[in-house]
Nanobody, 124 residues
């Protein structure tokens, strides 16, 4: 059973920073593509960022460009989301997602079969 585990959520003030981590529960899969999504209360889940683990190519939603950075530690099979200059509208539950075979359309939830349970981020 594949399990992605997020950590690093919490509370921050406007303009502050948080770093999220996403780790495979130990299966050691070579993920082809990993991504972060978020869901605010009463809203649909939306893509935040994605990274192709092969060459490190990245995707960012317009709302987080220049503020968030997605990166990977291939040896540890961990993906990070560094969130700087946080805004109240960044508040939500952040989910890690992954795919073993493709990084096609990383902005779509349907592109990812594997998901974590989510970690809450609150910016005030």
């Amino acid at each position: 059973h594949v399990q992605l585990v997020e950590s690093g959520g919490g509370s921050a003030q406007t303009g502050g920073s948080l770093r999220l981590s996403c780790a495979d529960s130990g299966h050691g899969y070579s993920w082809y593509c990993m991504a972060w999504f978020r869901q605010a209360a009463g809203k649909e889940r939306e893509a935040v960022a994605a990274i192709f683990t092969g060459d490190g190519a990245t995707y960012y939603a317009d709302s987080v460009k220049e503020r968030f950075t997605i990166s990977k530690d291939t040896a540890k099979n961990i993906v990070y989301l560094q969130m700087d200059s946080l805004k109240p509208e960044d508040t939500g539950t952040y989910y890690c997602a992954a795919d073993l075979y493709s990084c096609w359309m990383p902005s779509l939830t349907q592109s990812f079969p594997y998901w974590g349970q989510g970690t809450q981020v609150t910016v005030s």
